[in-house]
Nanobody, 116 residues
Framework: VQLVESGGGLVQPGGSLRLSCAASGSAFSLDGMGWYRQGPGKERELVAGITIDGSANYADSVKGRFTISRDNDKNTVYLQMGSLKPEDTAVYYC???????????WGQGTQATVSS
């Protein structure tokens, strides 16, 4: 399974970005998918996750500003980020859990920078 992310970039505070992560290969047994991020000098943290049936969870720091969704037919997960703050600046990593092998796949990361 390969995860390919897109949608990062530079945005001003208060702006929006939409990240996408498409899974290819043997993606038929993927279950939970979502996003982690790692900011400058910070540890990697969970941003949001979503199960195959659509149940989502969020970090407290992004609740009400970010929305995670997925298209199971396309094996793709999205992260709509709004009301962005400079502290949201980070490399965002997509992940996907395989329910059969219990292995977690990772994307290569996409940079999101919030700055004026």
């Amino acid at each position: 399974v390969q995860l390919v992310e897109s949608g990062g970039g530079l945005v001003q505070p208060g702006g929006s970005l939409r990240l996408s992560c498409a899974a290819s290969g043997s993606a038929f047994s993927l279950d939970g998918m979502g996003w982690y991020r790692q900011g400058p000098g910070k540890e990697r943290e969970l941003v949001a996750g979503i199960t195959i049936d659509g149940s989502a969870n969020y970090a407290d720091s992004v609740k009400g500003r970010f929305t995670i969704s997925r298209d199971n037919d396309k094996n793709t997960v999205y992260l709509q980020m709004g009301s962005l703050k400079p502290e949201d600046t980070a490399v965002y990593y997509c992940y996907a859990d395989d329910k059969d092998t219990l292995f977690t796949y990772w994307g290569q990361g996409t940079q999101a920078t919030v700055s004026s």
